[in-house]
């Protein structure tokens, strides 16, 4: 087997056809460049080159080692090539903490595209409530994650989340829904009135809880609960299935009006904001970075 720096040798005095122009090429003496031919011919047991006086000119041997001498070379420089791409090459594991539905977030472009940057990063989906993935990424079992709130609160420094940052990256409303046939219960649309009628109510840590809780403090009423759900599915269908009001996003209440007859209060919107959440002191790490630098390009006119 034959060093690599003994083949660059052969090659370039076969492709030159010159000792000087070879050592000049490679940086090396000429008689390192002569001491290396004398060494690969003595190995082989072959004359590879004649002298002629214009320089040296490959023998039928040196002819037939050419090719297979260059690609040898090709295949080393392809592995080195190889080697230091991996120095490079992003790893390891970024967990995602995920609420609502995939489309709504663009979870499918969010991943396709960071898979493409960093095709070697392993990604872990956790699905959860608003306030849980919040929580998560704050103690530190969640990288990053998505979470609801009004527009411009964030997390809330108040909360004790002055570690996370977050970025805001659109922003949508509310609705009161209700079963199909109370719109007459619907006319009144104060809170004092509205809190009496039946409620399907979600846990602390969704949006829903935080923007009805907000929605109600001005007047002091209590939502009347009769059912409470954890899940975004589960309370359209016990709405559908008449037992009470809920709250939706604009696009699922419209599409809820059209397709389900559902009763929509007029002229109430709880304004809400799509965020992205991270921890400050995680920022420049390169799993952290790859995923926002994807956001940018999934939500190129986020608002923060």
Known sequence: MQDYATLRAFVAVARTGSVSRAAEQLHLTQPAISLKLKQLQANLGLTLFSRRPQGLALTSDGHALLPAAEKA???????????????STLRGKLSIGTIVDPEFLRLGAFLSRLMARAPQLETELQHGMSGSVLNRIAQGDLDVGFYLAPPGEGPGLNQGYEALAW????????????????ENRLIDTRWEHLATLPWIVTPQDSAHH?????ALAKSGAVPNRVAQVDQEACMLDLVRAGVGLSLARDALAMTERQESGLAVADNIRLP????FVWRHDSTAESTVNAALNTLDEVWPHRLS
């Open 73 to 87: 070379l090709a295949s080393a420089q392809a592995f080195e090539q190889t080697a230091g791409t991996l120095h």
């Open 167 to 182: 970025r805001e990256l659109t922003h949508f409303d509310y609705h009161v829904i209700a079963p199909a046939g109370w």
């Open 210 to 214: 935080r923007l009805l809780k907000q």
């Open 272 to 275: 809400c904001a799509l965020s």
